[in-house]
């Protein structure tokens, strides 16, 4: 239903920009010929010596042509929206079968020593992000991913649940949302730049008004200017004059020329996109529903006289205005005698001290309703997800009903159930090679980071309580640090000991820790590798963390206390793998108990191993 959906409205907003496109050229005919006629006709009356009607006439054309000018402008944005709508419905149903068009990884925010982004593919070509992501500025990007590596408060998760489930089913009003953002590549730039001038750095900067007479000169000097022009081609004052107008013009633009130029650096990448910010800032004050979310946004953005959206649009047409002064040819013909740059900056400075404050609000306003507006976009688009229930409970709560890996294609993945309750539980996963323990592990600690950003999930249920997720899965040798792949995981291993250290008896603990951890111990000798994993098992039940560890060590399903009984701490589960008319065949079904089947055996004989031999 989805993709049939997204195809239709692709095919409706691509005919609308047919339409506006048509509309467009037929206007810059007529443009043309209005001009050409205008100047024609204004020709042949100068020409008859009828002064009026030739004024007349230039006037009704000047007019005339701006009007056209302005419906034309409207026209390509029309146009531009409708190509831009037409490729969002494309992407969503390209994000259906798993394939992305847009080219954003998020793979800038992943850090190596982050406990679970690396191993759960949040970010790269195919991730959480990349599923997710319908943000397009720079602060929305940021924020997207900040809440798919920091696990949200209850509280906050509710918040965006509730904000998504209102925003899923405005699906006009989502999409025009980012069909806008479309609008300028220029909101994709950082606002807050550490490696050079920014917006937000003005915007926050302490404030340094211009001196008074320059306030006072900017008004007098181009009259004066002005003035001495008109004496001298009455042939009243010697060009002298004017010329030493403009001299002192010229020394008073001096004053400020750094001051104007550091403003300028800092406001022009920005400009084109500011008109943007404004639609975007205008169309999130829009937003309908009752969420506390959107009640939050619509406060920050709707403060004040005027909206946020109004004021950035004052902003737009004083820093456009203002970096008319780039151009050499205005600068000297205009910028100069009128003192351009002093009348600016002083429009700019008044406009700082009364709202650069908020300018950060504004946009971290606008990246929350882009990060929720991924969420509603997502929840849209796979509706068999559910949203899950999050517990609050003084203990780790994990129940998994008919789970499936979110970044496999729905329906194409096999899903499993699974149950945990309380703390310093271990679940050992074992099975063959390729039988799905490592997909196991991955897609119920992808799920837990969709649940924990406030995202829907892959299930018919979950139910979770808050947790701090760890993994040890991908860990690779590094030649910069001279680190063998088995160091490498004692380090990642060192890292989840002193995360969940504390006593089960101490009070006041952050969440307790989910773990996951494939082939634990991989890298060394089978007897070092029980050893290990079984001290490490052990040693983990004393904490308040429970998790998961997959492994082909049979004899860690069978761990057994002092008195010789197994371990009520640790339970068993395991896929397995058949042969048929010498195939492999996988099930990925998840089962009770320690496997009984492994299939190295047959692997190695398929690549021409003689495994025969290792009986002589």
Same mark, same amino acid.
């Given at each position: =239903? ?27 005919? /007529? ?64 994000? +259906? ?30 991730? +959480?992000?990349?599923? $997710? ?14 809440? !798919? ?47 050079? &001038?920014? +917006? ?47 001299? %002192? ?24 996109? !500011?008109?943007?910010? @404004?639609? !975007? ?31 950035? @649009? ?36 008044? /406009? ?16 929350? =309703? ?65 039988? @799905? ?52 995981? $004692? ?11 504390? &006593? ?5 603990? &952050?969440?307790? %820790? ?22 490490? %098992? ?15 060590? !049979? ?48 692997? =190695? ?5 003689? =495994? ?5």
């Amino acid at each position: =239903m989805g993709s049939i959906t997204f195809t239709a409205r692709q095919q409706e907003f691509q005919q609308a920009e047919q339409v506006a496109q048509r509309q467009y050229n037929e206007l810059a005919l /007529w443009r043309l010929i209005w001009f050409v006629g205008s100047i024609f006709a204004v020709w042949l009356l100068h020409r008859a010596d009828q002064v009026a009607a030739t004024l007349v006439v230039a006037l009704v054309g000047i007019i005339g042509f701006l009007w056209m000018l302005k419906r034309h402008t409207a026209i390509r944005r029309t146009r531009d929206l409708n190509h831009h709508l037409a490729f969002v419905n494309q992407d969503e149903a390209a994000r +259906l079968e798993r394939k992305f068009l847009r080219p954003e990884t998020g793979e800038e925010f992943l850090s190596p020593t982050h406990s679970y982004s690396g191993d759960l593919d949040v970010f790269g070509k195919l991730s +959480l992000f990349r599923l $997710l992501n319908r943000t397009h500025t720079h602060e929305g990007n940021r924020r997207l991913a900040d809440w !798919l590596l920091s696990p949200a408060k209850p509280e906050t998760i509710h918040f965006r649940q509730q904000a998504v489930a209102e925003l899923v089913p405005q699906l006009d009003w989502r999409q025009t949302f980012e069909g806008l953002a479309y609008l300028n590549e220029a909101v994709s730039r950082p606002t807050d730049r550490s490696d050079g &001038p920014s +917006l937000k750095q003005w915007a926050t900067a302490k404030a340094e008004p211009l001196p008074v007479y320059l306030n006072l000169a900017r008004f007098v000097m181009p009259i004066l200017t002005a003035g001495l022009l008109a004496a001298w081609l009455g042939g009243w004052v010697s060009g002298w004059a004017v010329l030493g107008s403009i001299a %002192i013009t010229g020394a008073l633009l001096n004053l400020v020329s750094e001051r104007a130029k550091l403003v300028s650096e800092q406001t022009a990448d920005i400009t084109a996109a !500011l008109g943007v910010f @404004g639609d !975007l800032l205008a169309h999130a004050e829009s937003v309908s529903g009752k969420a506390e979310r959107f009640r939050v946004i619509r406060d920050t953005l709707g403060s004040g006289s005027q909206s946020a959206s109004e004021r950035v @649009g004052q902003l737009s047409d004083l820093v456009q205005n203002f970096n008319f002064r780039r151009n050499p040819y205005f600068y000297l013909f205009v910028g100069l005698p009128v003192l351009w740059d002093v009348h600016y900056l002083i429009r700019l400075e008044r /406009w700082r001290q009364e709202h650069g404050p908020h300018l950060e609000h504004w946009f971290a306003a606008l990246a929350e =309703m882009e990060s929720l507006n991924s969420l509603a976009g997502f929840a849209y688009a796979h509706p068999t997800y559910i949203q899950p229930d999050i517990v609050e409970t003084d203990h780790l709560t994990l129940e998994a009903r008919q789970v499936a890996h979110p970044l496999l294609v729905p329906g194409k993945g096999v899903a499993n159930s699974l149950a945990m309750e309380g703390a310093g539980e271990t679940i050992l996963i074992t099975g063959s090679n390729m039988s @799905g323990k490592s997909t196991f592990l991955r897609t119920l600690g992808a799920n837990a980071v969709l649940a924990m950003a406030g995202a829907v999930v892959s299930a018919e249920r979950l139910v979770i309580s808050p947790v701090r997720l760890f993994t040890s899965m991908r860990t690779q040798d590094s030649l910069e640090e001279s680190t063998s792949s088995f160091y490498a995981e $004692l380090k990642r291993l060192q890292t989840l000991i002193r995360l969940s250290g504390e &006593p089960k008896e101490s009070s006041g603990l &952050p969440a307790p %820790i989910l773990y996951f951890l494939d082939e634990i111990l991989k890298g060394t000798n089978s007897a070092d590798r029980h050893r290990g994993a079984e001290a490490l %098992i052990r040693q983990l039940h004393k904490t308040t963390a429970s998790g998961f560890v997959s492994t082909h060590d !049979l004899e860690l399903g069978q761990l057994t206390n002092t008195d010789g009984q197994p371990l009520n701490f640790v339970r068993n589960y395991h896929f397995q793998s058949d042969i048929s008319d010498g195939k492999l065949l996988f099930d990925y079904r998840l089962r009770d108990g320690i496997c009984q089947s492994f299939n190295a055996s047959q692997l =190695m004989r398929s690549i021409g191993i003689d =495994m025969d031999l290792a009986d002589h």
